[in-house]
């Protein structure tokens, strides 16, 4: 076991981990960060979604010696305008079903109104793509997005 002191959600946090442990591990299993979930394991679905610098990235597939010096943040410590306006959207609509998928849904609107402030229905299809919805609330989260989106142009 290596002890490494990660960046997460602004804070350097120590972990303990063999450096090919899958991020998802950590976050959930040493530091109890249960709002990132697993999903299938093999960076399909989308449910283990967090940002690596901004960046959406798988953290099924992150092993933890990739994370470096890069701020991890994770559902838990999503904020900003863009995440504020997201979440009022997606309360809004109702677009939860079930909720698995949400926080890697979040994460992965969020990285995209940040890049893209109005993005159209095919740069929300294409950021969106890596994140799927047993429930299929997709026209939901595309709706929430464009609201999100015209609630931050004001």
Not at 2 to 24: K, R, V
Not at 95 to 120: D, E, H, N
Not at 127 to 137: H, I, K
Request: charged content about 15%; hydrophobic content about 35%; glycine content about 10%.
């Amino acid at each position: 076991m290596t002890t490494l002191t990660i960046t997460l959600n602004g804070q350097p946090t120590p972990i303990t981990a063999e450096p090919d442990t899958p991020l998802l591990w950590v976050l959930r299993g040493e530091l109890h960060l249960n709002g990132t979930k697993f999903g299938c394991g093999m960076s399909l679905c989308g449910a283990c979604t967090v940002h690596l610098d901004g960046e959406p990235v798988r953290a099924c597939v992150t092993p933890v010696s990739a994370v470096g010096n890069a701020n991890i943040t994770t559902i838990e410590g999503l904020q900003g305008p863009e995440a504020t306006a997201l979440r009022e959207a997606w309360t809004a609509i109702d677009v939860a079903q079930c909720g698995y998928c949400q926080s890697g849904q979040l994460m992965s609107a969020c990285a995209l109104l940040k890049k893209t402030p109005q993005p159209s229905d095919a740069d929300i299809d294409a950021a969106m793509s890596g994140n799927a919805c047993r429930c299929g609330t997709y026209p939901r989260i595309r709706a929430a997005i464009h609201q999100a989106a015209q609630a931050r142009r004001g």
